[in-house]
């Protein structure tokens, strides 16, 4: 081996031994199909004044609109752009020549979180079924490292998660859809477990959002995971409604549940200053009418586009990224593993880390 083969070797060694010592837990959590365009440049007018797909534009406009993107953009989702802008980093702005894309040639919802779960797209994965996944996800392959068994969990208001993660074969606990939280219960798990039966949800696959992270909340409170994966659903249902509306609203709550999180992260002895937050959504969407859905024909062209975001020790403060080397959804679960100090070794052709 040549001296400098060997230098770049032990850089890359020394930084991730450098995030071991730093980092201890992940949460890795997805906003299904939020646009980048909302992220980073706030409420789109075009959408807010187009009465066949907002209600209630004149409050919204009070809420959520300023003419700059920036204030707007602060009022949507105030927890990315003060915490995390300011202490971690944030990729996908188009405008400012940062670009994010899926690899995967479906563009929806189960190929997109395989990509995240396991680093690769796989052109077999060609629709939204609930069939068990034979491919390894990055949570399934942290479950079984010395020091993770047993400290890996899943949540999602999607019902097809536990074949997505193939709960059966990983024993990766998931909860999701409408199920109800198991095992020696706290308090408030019994009663979310009787609100969330006695609530109605619009769709039938998909839960409220305010379940499956208090949910998630409690059962992190009681079993400390190490490794935690996160879904909020509403901002995808919503938009096939074409309820922008609620889409807004619904991202708006989704960026409050992760500042909460944060915050009580932040609060724990065994978490504070240990724990990375991974953010990023499974596909985008389409451009003005089209926002309603996403794919890969020419009919959805800009749902490709997604973004990420980056939180805590581990991570260096970039803020909001111009410019630079496209990054990819493949590179999310060997992210995730480097933040934790370990090398993925799922497959040969996945996504390299982001922080390599």
């Given at each position: 081996m040549n001296r400098f083969v060997l230098l770049v070797a032990c850089l890359v060694v020394s930084a991730s031994t450098a995030r071991a010592q730093?980092?201890?837990?992940?949460?890795?959590?997805?906003?299904?199909?939020?646009?980048?365009?909302?992220?980073?440049?706030?409420?789109?007018?075009?959408?807010?004044?187009?009465?066949?797909?907002?209600?209630?534009?004149?409050?919204?406009?009070?809420?959520?609109?300023?003419?700059?993107?920036?204030?707007?953009?602060?009022?949507?989702?105030?927890?990315?752009?003060?915490?995390?802008?300011?202490?971690?980093?944030?990729?996908?702005?188009?405008?400012?020549?940062?670009?994010?894309?899926?690899?995967?040639?479906?563009?929806?919802?189960?190929?997109?979180?395989?990509?995240?779960?396991?680093?690769?797209?796989?052109?077999?994965?060609?629709?939204?079924?609930?069939?068990?996944?034979?491919?390894?996800?990055?949570?399934?392959?942290?479950?079984?490292?010395?020091?993770?068994?047993?400290?890996?969990?899943?949540?999602?208001?999607?019902?097809?998660?536990?074949?997505?993660?193939?709960e059966e074969r990983s024993g990766v606990p998931v909860n999701a859809g409408f199920e109800l939280a198991m095992g020696d219960l706290s308090e408030k798990e019994k009663w979310l477990n009787q609100i969330q039966a006695q609530t109605p949800s619009p769709w039938g696959t998909v839960r409220l959002d305010v379940f499956t992270?208090?949910?998630?909340?409690?059962y992190i409170k009681r079993e400390r995971p190490r490794l935690v994966y996160i879904s909020y659903g509403e901002t995808d249902d919503f938009a096939h409604d074409a309820e922008y509306h609620h889409y807004l609203d619904s991202a708006h709550r989704t960026?409050?549940?992760i500042a909460d999180l944060w915050t009580w992260v932040q609060s724990q002895e065994d978490y504070a200053d240990k724990t990375a937050f991974v953010i990023t959504t499974d596909h985008g969407r389409g451009y003005h009418d089209a926002w309603i859905g996403h794919g890969s024909t020419d009919d959805w062209a800009g749902s490709e586009n997604i973004w990420i975001a980056l939180l805590g020790p581990g991570i260096e403060a970039t803020g909001e990224n111009e410019g630079g080397e496209p990054l990819y959804q493949n590179q999310v679960a060997a992210t995730v593993a480097s933040l934790l100090g370990l090398s993925y070794e799922n497959r040969t052709a996945i996504g390299e880390s982001i922080l390599e």
């Open positions: 730093q980092v201890e837990n992940v949460f890795l959590i997805t906003l299904d199909g939020l646009r980048w365009e909302e992220l980073f440049t706030g409420v789109d007018e075009w959408l807010l004044e187009n009465e066949e797909y907002t209600s209630g534009s004149e409050s919204l406009r009070e809420r959520f609109w300023r003419d700059a993107p920036e204030e707007r953009r602060a009022l949507l989702m105030p927890f990315f752009w003060s915490t995390i802008v300011e202490n971690g980093a944030i990729y996908g702005n188009r405008e400012k020549g940062s670009l994010v894309n899926v690899t995967n040639n479906r563009v929806f919802s189960y190929p997109g979180y395989n990509e995240i779960l396991t680093g690769f797209a796989d052109p077999a994965i060609d629709s939204n079924a609930k069939k068990q996944n034979e491919n390894t996800t990055v949570l399934e392959w942290v479950n079984n490292q010395p020091g993770f068994e047993g400290r890996v969990a899943a949540f999602g208001s999607w019902d097809v998660f536990p074949y997505i993660i193939n992270h208090h949910f998630a909340l409690e960026d409050q549940f």
